[in-house]
């Protein structure tokens, strides 16, 4: 009787070692979301816990306003769209511009007429016909006349009116109502604030454009732990929900206040790895390393998995094939897991779908599908 329990005892116990590999095909894979990332050397040691965001790099975005009051006739462009230097993004219908164009053909009107008197006026003057007092009044009108006509002419072009349109109605003699929105520099529409037909007022934004991978973070700390922290410091961090997605950053600079609303000091990390897929108002966390760091290697949380109360993770041995691995732990920086043992750096392992595989081992699920 003895040896027969101990048969059914073996039995049991075989099929369960062999199982400690999965098997998963393409479709299964897919449809379970397995990632699979390599075991990566990180360092740990002494640090701090932050949390923050993706916020844009300062500067690096511009705002485009309404510098005159009108309609928006031509909107070119939607969120998303690539623009380069000097392409129209959207037109302005301004009455005001008609008016601005009138004075300042009128302004070259009373110039031309003041440089004339002014020339006749000479000629007089060489053969005693005015005097020195009338010539120089004829030259203070010319040169007024000229600056109003250049004031006028400049203010136009201030308002982006474009210089070839002003040449234009120079020599036509003819008005346009339209001013382009032009773009600055090459970038990204970020924002768009107006939509076509819509009536802006003056200095009204109309929409921002930028390069959307100059992004850092911004990270809040405790005032009596802001002490500790100097520009250089490397910053281990994810999204939040993401430990995957480890990535790297150094302080840049800390503000030298208190936040009122979160009563924390506030610190800019500029982004070294990882930033690639981060999008500004993404929500962050992670540490602040200090001191002396020992370099191991490092899995994300997302990666460890309990097995039979051991921690385990899931090492890539070719597509589709999958092992249980128990690990050794050692420091948790709230980002990823030191591994003391279990697996290398380079090792491929499973950082999702991880729950997938453990219940494909435990139950057999992923055999039959």
Same mark, same amino acid.
């Given at each position: ?65 309404? @510098? ?8 070119? @462009? ?160 994810? %999204? ?5 997605? +480890? ?36 929500? @962050? ?14 899995? %994300?949380?997302?990666?460890? +998995? ?64």
């Amino acid at each position: 009787m003895r040896l027969t329990a101990m048969g059914i005892i073996l039995m049991v116990a075989a099929p369960t070692a062999a199982a400690e590999v999965v098997e998963l095909d393409a479709r299964q894979r897919e449809r379970a979301g397995i990632v699979v990332a390599p075991v990566v050397e990180r360092g740990f040691g002494d640090s701090q816990r932050v949390v923050g965001q993706v916020i844009r790099v300062p500067g690096s975005t511009l705002t485009l306003k309404a @510098v005159i009051p009108g309609r928006v006739e031509d909107l070119r @462009v939607a969120p998303g769209d690539r623009v380069r230097t000097g392409e129209v993004l959207v037109a302005i219908h301004a009455h005001e511009l008609l008016s601005m164009q009138a004075e300042l053909l009128q302004a070259r009107d009373r110039a031309t007429l003041a440089a004339t008197r002014l020339e006749a006026g000479r000629e007089l003057y060489a053969i005693e016909g005015i005097s020195r007092l009338d010539l120089q009044v004829r030259e203070q009108e010319a040169w007024a006349a000229e600056l109003e006509f250049t004031i006028t002419r400049e203010e136009l072009l201030d308002h982006g009116f474009p210089e070839a349109a002003l040449e234009d109605v120079l020599e036509h003699r003819t008005t346009d109502a339209h001013l382009p929105i032009i773009a600055p520099t090459n970038g990204v529409v970020l924002e768009l604030a107006v939509e076509d037909q819509e009536w802006v007022e003056e200095y009204q934004t109309l929409l921002v454009m930028g390069d959307p991978k100059r992004v850092e973070l911004e990270l809040q700390i405790a005032p009596d732990q802001a002490a500790a922290v100097a520009a250089g410091d490397r910053v281990d961090f994810a %999204p939040v929900g993401r430990s995957d997605l +480890i990535g790297s950053a150094k302080v840049v600079t800390k503000v030298p206040q208190v936040d009122p609303g979160t009563r924390t000091i506030k610190l800019r990390a500029e982004i070294v790895e990882g930033g690639a897929s981060l999008y500004p108002g993404v929500f @962050v966390e992670g540490n602040i390393a200090h001191g002396e760091v020992r370099l191991a290697a490092a899995a %994300p949380a997302s990666a460890i +998995i309990n097995v039979a109360g051991r921690d385990v993770v899931f090492v890539e041995l070719s597509e589709g094939s999958f092992e249980l691995r128990p690990v050794v732990l050692g420091v948790f920086d709230g980002v990823a897991h030191e591994v003391a043992d279990g697996v290398s750096v380079g090792d491929r392992i499973a950082t999702g779908g991880v729950f997938l595989l453990k219940s494909t081992l435990l139950g057999g699920e992923g055999e039959g599908n």
